[in-house]
């Protein structure tokens, strides 16, 4: 099984990029996206000067619980800067989304409860609301995190979107939001 095939495996059809688009993204933007993978892994990640994207994290089933994940988040703090990256909401009826969102805790995320986040599937057309994480090594606040999502979604999830997939994702504007209206309870805090 070729990296594409795990992590469209793994991943839900909603939050999944096409191959096109992510072999186009490590071909055209090179300078800041980037494949991190073996046979128990893959971590597809965009760093920019100010934030890293982990924009997917796979680890085989035989493998979970060895501590890899870990390994790979810590390769990325190394580099010093704020790690951000996007989950599903505690689903009850799948418990991975729970062991995922445990781990990120453990790893010393927190949820960016003040940034709304729902963009609408390009495969599926519906919405897919999604919650923010982040690793700041410098405490960066939920403001600066929001324009670095804002950042990373115009530069790589909107990346040749009409090209690739034959209509566009909507604008920055109307998937993310950010202020006290957007306030939710810390979903880190409510896992069981």
Do not use: C
């Not at 949820?111 to 599926?124: C, K, M, P, Q, W």
């Not at 090594?137 to 979604?153: D, F, L, V």
């Amino acid at each position: 099984m070729d990296w594409f095939e795990k992590l469209n495996e793994y991943f839900p059809v909603h939050e999944m990029k096409s191959k096109e688009h992510m072999e186009m993204l490590l071909q055209e933007r090179g300078d800041v996206y980037y494949k991190d993978e073996s046979d128990d892994h893959v971590m597809m990640y965009a760093e920019f000067d100010e934030f890293i994207f982990i924009d997917y994290l796979y680890v085989a089933g035989h493998t979970r619980g060895k501590g890899v994940g870990h390994q790979l988040i810590e390769k990325l703090k190394q580099k010093n800067k704020p790690i951000i990256l996007e989950v599903e909401p505690v689903d009850y009826s799948d418990t991975d989304t729970q062991k995922r969102l445990h781990f990120y805790k453990r790893e010393g995320f927190t949820h960016a409860a003040s940034i709304g986040y729902n963009r609408r599937s390009l495969a599926t057309n519906e919405d897919a609301p999604l919650e923010i994480l982040y690793w700041s090594p410098s405490n960066q606040g939920e403001e600066a995190i929001y324009q670095q999502m804002r950042h990373m979604y115009e530069h790589i999830h909107t990346y040749k979107d009409e090209e690739i997939y034959g209509k566009s994702y909507q604008k920055a504007d109307e998937v993310l939001t950010y202020g006290d209206n957007v306030k939710k309870s810390n979903i880190l805090d409510d896992l069981n």
